[in-house]
Structure formats: C-alpha cells, structure tokens
C-alpha cells in the first residue's frame, strides 16, 4: 500500500515554533510529510538572511531534538523558478511522489488545483506574534527572538554569526557612486 | 520580388478587439504582419493570467473567425530576454525577416532605431475602453468583459475555466508563514 | 464539446514534404495539430542550419500553399530546456490544450505517457529518402534537395542565401588558436 | 565545541549498497555528514534515469532502516552549474559548514583544496561489483539487480514503476524526422 | 613578491570625475586597482544608459588621457548574479587575484568579509554633485552634464549619440496596449 | 573622426607568442584593437585550465611589457552563449564599436558577415608550433612551455601554482561512484 504525502514549503527565514506546529498538525493527517524549503538560492538580505544550507541545519537539529521519526519527512530546498506554468513539475521534480499540498497562498493553491492536486489550508497557529518577520525584526533591533524559534535555530545562528550579519545587513547604504 | 514584413509585438492578456483593429490596418501597409506574443513565459498572475499556448488558441482562432488570409500572418509566442542590448536580435532570431517594426514604447522604439528599422507609430483606436487591463478588471469584478473580446477569446477562457482562475488569483493572500 | 487536439515536434531542419505527409495524415485523425518547432535556439550549424523564425517562415507558406484549413493548425517554436522532468510541463505551457502526442522518440513517449498523455506512433512515410539529414546533405555537396521539400521552403532558403550559408559553414575549420 | 562535518556527493543514480558502506565508515570519521544528491536536474536518461526527489526517498528511507541517527546527516540535492570556478561557493550555499570533502575525483579535488578544504579519499568498497552502472544494466537485461541495493531502493522503484521506465528509455530511438 | 591588489566596483553609468578621484586615491594605497564595471548587462535604460562596451571605452580612455600606468590597472566588465551566496565567487572568477575590496555598500562588505576579505571604505569625494544619477539628470533635463565627466565619457556619447538615446528613453510611454 | 577598430577573439588558455604577434600585425591595421577573451566562464579543465581574471593578468601585462600604447587596446572577457542568432549583439554590447572582425573560424566568419561586417583572415603565424594545445600538453608533460609564452604567463602562472593545477586535473579519475 502506497503512503499518503503531504507537502508543505515555506522560506523558513528562519525556522521558527509556528513551522514546528505546523509540521506537528500535518503529521497528524498524513504518513510522510515533505517539507520544501523555498527560495534556496536566496540569501544574505534582510528579507532572506539565511542561506538553504544553514535552513537545512535549523530544521534537521529542530526535528530530531523533537524526537520526529525520520523515516517520516523530507527536507528538500527548492529554489525559485520565474515561470508559474511550470512550478508544479519543479516541485515534483525534487519530491518524492506526493498528493495533498498544504498552503494558503492562493498562486499555490490555483497552480496545483489546475494539476489536480488535493490543496489543504495549513493548521492554524499563533500568525501574528510567530512569523518570519517578527523574528527578523526582533534580530535587527535587538529583542528577544530567542522565545519565537526552536533551539536548533539559536544554536546555528551563534555558530554562524547570524546576528551580526543580519545587523549589519540593516545598516542604512551610501549612496550610489 | 521580397515582401514587405512588419512585427507588432504585444502580451495579450488577454486578446481583445483594439488587437483585432491594430491588425487589419496594419494588413493594410504591410504584406505580411508578424504577431509577436511577448512576455511568453508568464501566467497565472493578476496582470498575466493566461499562458503562451492559451493567447496562441485566442489570437489564432480570432484571426481565422476573421477570415484573415492565412499566408499573410505569423504568430510567434516570445520570451522575455534580460538584456535590452540582445532584445533585437532575440527577435530578428524568432521571426521571418521584416523591415518595419509597429511600437508605441520607447524602449522598442530606441532599440530597433539604433540597429536601423524603420520604427512606425501603431494605428490609433479608442485605447480608454479597449485595453487589457480593463478586460482583466471587469473579468474579476464580474462586468461584461465579453463585449471587449472576439469570439475566440470567450471560448478559450470558457474553455479553460479562465474566469475562475483569474478570480481565484485576485483573492488576497494570507500573510507569509 | 472540446475539440480533439493533436501535438507533433520536429526540428524542420528544414521543412520537408515528409513532414508535410505526416500532417496530412494526423489531420485526419484529429480536429486541431500543433505542430512545434524543436530546438528553436539553434541555427547557424551545420545539423541546425535555420533560424526559428525561418522555419517557421517554411512551415507556414507551405500549409497555405496546401491549402490546409488555418483554423485547424497552431505553429509554435519551442526552445530546448536541460530539464527531462520539466518538459511536459514546457510543452503545455506554450501550447493549446491537447491529449494525444505524436512522437517515435522513446524519451518523448516515456515523459508524455508518465503524465497520462495517449501517445501514438507518426504515420509512416518513406524515412530512408526523405529526412532532414539527406536534404541538408544534398545541399552542402550540390545535389538535387529540391525535390524533396515543398516550395516554401525553396523560395525562403533563396530569399536568405541559406544554400551559401550551409556550405559556408561546412567549410572545415582552421585549428584553433 | 563546534562539529566536525565532512561532505560526500554522489549522483546516486540509484542509491546501492556502495553508497551505504561509505556512508557507514565517513560516520565514524566525523561527526555529521552531508550527503549531496549530485546533478539533481537530471532524470529520465538511461544513465540518469531517476529524478532528484525520487533519490530523496531511497536515500532517506536506506538510512532511517539501518537505524542511522538522524541529527548526524543532511541530504541534499544539488544542481549542476557550468561554472567549475564557483562549484565550491554553490556546495557551501546549499549545505551546512563543513571542512572536510570525501571525494575521488581530480577536479572536485583541485577545486576544493584550492578553497583551503581539507580532502580525503573516500572509503574502498568492492567498486567493481558495486556500481551504478552494474545497477542500471541489470535492470535492463532483467538480471538481479536487487542484490546490490538497499531495500528502500527496491521499494522505490517498485512504486514508480522505475524497472519499466528504464527499459522503455533503453528501446533503440528511429532516426530523426 | 606578490603584489597587493584591491578592487573597486561601480556601475559607471557614466564614468565621471568622482569615478576618477576615487582611482587616483585607491592607487596611492594599493601596487594595482581593478576597476568591475558592475550590472554590465543593462542597458538602454534610464538608470543604465550605457553597454558594458560604451563604459568600457570611457573608463579606459579616461585613464589613459590621466596617464595613468597601464600595468597597474585592470578594467574588467561584471554581469550581476542572482545568488548573493555566489558573488564573492564570481568575482574571483572574473578577476585578478586580490586582497583587499573597497567598498560603501553593506550587502558588498558583508560578503567579502564573511570571506576573510579586508574591506575598505572608499576615499571620500564630493558625492552630492558627483553621482551618476546627477550626470544622468542634467543629460535629460539639458543642463550641462560636461563639467563632471571625463573629457573621454564626452567623447564616447558623442560617438554614439547618447545624448539623444537617453533623451528618448525618457519621454513618458503610452499605455500598454 | 571616428576611429577604425578591429576585434580579435581567443580563449587564451594561456596567452602565448602567437596571441602576441597576431596583435602586433592587426596593430598596424587599425587605430584600436579589442581583445575579446573568450569562454570566459571556463576554467579548471584540461582545455580551459585558467579563470578569466587569470587570462586578464596574462594579457595585460603581457601588453604593458612589450609597451604596446594602453588607448590602443580593450581587453573584455566573453561569456559564451548557447544561441548562434544572438552572438554577434553579444559581442557588440561587451565592446566599443568596432568594423572589422578577425577570425580563422567559419561560423564566426558566417555570424558576422550576415550582419554586414568586413570579416579579415588573421594574420599568419607558425600555427603548428604555437598553439594553447601545445602549451598545455608541454605543462602537462614538464616540457619547456615556457619559450612558447610572454613572462607576463609565466608569472602568473607561478603566482597561482598554475602549473600544478593542470597536473593535477589531467590525473586519470577514478570510476563512478
């Protein structure tokens, strides 16, 4: 009998206690969950600080610290591509075979209804107070994101100095020469 | 004795009347018109709703309706290059040789004038009422887009549920996760 | 009711009158072809003499001079992308809706058949006489390639000097420097 | 106290029991592994016949059966780029920071030790009886195959249909048209 | 001994006094200066007037007519890259090896340093009246754009009429059609 | 009065006697020469062993040695590109303006006469004795290479352990893993 996969991305700037709630929820509904990591190639700005490698580190440590069974996700970076017609097959390109996506950005939604997927509306969680934004601007102004994000996150930005770089990233830029 | 060719290049979004005008008195100065699709590679957005292939069936069916004398027109989907200095030539590449390029932009108006093609201005129709973002605009807010269209338009949307889609897409998005 | 769509690819290295015969011969199975230009970026070698834009030129003069209904066929120039796994999805996205794919080509046949496509074998026609390889060959040593290709494609090969172009190329090349 | 990482990237086309022992013995060298998926953009050729995703799951599910503890690897898949001078820069992108790069090949071994990376040779196994080439030309002359692979590899394709897909893509092509 | 080489990065749109200043000052500090053209693929913009060519001929009669040593400089034209993770690469690649950016910009110095690189703030100059969007301006609006430029920057847009391409390129466009 | 340019394109690898010669001869055709470095991106392989940058240092000094006067020449390294229809539009965004070409290469000759520019044989040299094959096989071999290079190679060269590089890269791999 063939698993039920159920498919999640986010851009994970970075990973924070609202994905892992999510990524709790979906387990609940499905055998396996992929969960995409979005726009892989972007990174060091102060909307996408991080690269996909160091997204990677943060929700491996994350799930295995929470003791997830590894047998039942997927990791997978996924850059963008500039052609909607054809993110459907990008996505099933770097995917195991999978038929229910989660997500409630309606480009998605239409996109993958048109292949026929089954679309799911993500669990609900706190969206206000645990979003990517907020942990970056907590970062930038020196607050305390730490509460917002798993340790897994902590524990990689120290090791890489995210900190500072995101810092430093906000600092306002000279003019053009 | 060779044909005089002339392009006119536009992203139908989709194909509407002021389309159909701008072509036959095109068809008046030139032997054969060449029908450029631009910005090829876009759809499912707000201001690009529909693919190449959909704008191809509008645009092809419409002329056919018309009883357009089939060897005096080519239709060529084109994609959008990144390099205004190559764009040209990514033209001269997709296309049957011509000699007269239709443009009211400025940019297409300059680059073909530096490599030496006679640059005409498009003929004039009324451009208030019969433009694309009108026909998308009444399309999401349920208003008579079909009186704006040929035949051949309403049938591909109709045939491809385009309504819903463009619909579906205006919805707002919920905020990042 | 939808009408029954057929697609057929090939590269028109140049138009010949075997593919002329093979579109004859789906039109009768078939409402509408589409019938897509291969490898669209290459030219100016010697397998891939021509321009997108110049075979197109070919194909469509030679469906009008055969007097084929222009409502029912769509000519579309398709690029190469490096992506096995994209391609369907490529084909879709600048193309009419469609359900059966016309194709000899093992890789072609095994992505369409993968995403649910109904694929059948091109209707046969003498191969060893009439390819693009034997007409570009007659071209480059001065044979009699005439014979094997409609007329569109003689008076567009003499309106670009594509006979010198070929034979200018064939020219084996100096050692590099 | 920082971990010692080192990298590994194979194509993995499929994943077998070669690519298990390495794993195994590059574990007991280092503290955390990251397993590169290589040329992920690749899929549907009789030496590639796999997509990124679907070396994903024989990859992911080989490990969680040998009980391999799951905060100790990171697999990811990688895309080519034709550019050898920014290979290194690309690996770093997409993966966590590492220092060590297990490889048996010349160029990723000059790129990387002009990058100041520490490389080693990779673990020996039995590499003539245990290759991705053994693997793909069993499962074309119908020979066992399944021998040389972890069992998650055998589920895998099995649910795809792999063994199918190979042999269809190894049919002699007709000659171009 | 290796000689000490820093580089400075500008897109020199067009090369004027300030560009010059900045040379003079950098050369005092370091054995040789290689000048990046940088976004060498834009052009016939407003923000971008000029090829990568059209500045190249600029920057190097501007040095020339200074007298400035020709083995001490490098000119070398730099397209942009949508990976921040791979600049620092990229650069390399197209460079000179070098030790030491000069550099105002924040995204710039945190890469090159995230590298091991010294980065320098660029010697000041008058960057109200001396920036390129300055020269820009008073080229469209007629005002006299000559006394901040190169004797060689006027000599170059006198070639190819740059005057009156940016003039067209600045009229208002009709609206899409 | 405008100035006669000519171009000259070469991939360098490494600038040797025969590059030096060829630009002397062409020097005395015309006011100014462009020397296009070509397969920018290529480096690390046995046939494109040197970055871009490190062909720039060859070249530049290399002409700064022998004294050639510094206005009379442009150095810009050329990306390749994979559509034949756009190369010439490439060649002419990457540099001043320019006439005539020089080149020994058919489709380089075909490309650019089609666009109605005066093609001109390069002038001759002793081809079989200095070529970049012989330089690189002599490398390889711990032949004399360097009597067949300017100093400005060979100190380069030193300068990035070049020597080894190549070595290194032509050691036979070992078999896929």
Redesign the interface.
């Known amino acids: 009998m ?1 698993k039920v996969r159920g498919i999640f991305i ?2 994970m700037q970075p990973v924070h206690n ?2 892992m709630q ?1 990524i709790d929820k979906i387990l609940e509904e499905v055998d396996e969950i992929i969960i995409g990591i979005g726009s ?6 102060l909307k996408n600080p991080f ?4 997204r ?2 943060m929700l ?2 994350a ?3 929470r003791g997830v ?3 039942r996700y ?4 996924m ?1 963008d591509i ?5 993110w ?3 996505v ?6 999978f038929s229910i996506i989660y997500s ?4 998605v ?3 993958f209804s ?1 292949e026929g997927f089954e679309v799911r509306q ?1 669990p609900l969680y706190d ?1 206000l107070r645990l ?3 907020e942990v970056r601007t907590r970062m930038i102004e020196g607050g305390n994101w730490e509460e917002l994000v798993p340790n897994a996150t902590i524990n990689l930005i120290n ?2 100095n995210g900190d500072e ?1 995101i810092k ?10």
């Open positions: 063939n986010g851009r609202g994905h999510i892989a190639q972007l990174s060091h700005s690269t996909a490698g160091e990677v580190v491996n440590q799930l295995a610290e069974d590894p047998s997927y990791i997978i970076p850059q500039n052609f909607n017609a054809l459907v097959s990008h099933k390109m770097l995917t195991p075979p409630g950005n309606q480009l939604k239409q996109l048109e993500p969206r979003s990517g934004t090791e890489i770089r430093n990233l906000s600092i306002r830029e000279i003019s053009e020469i």
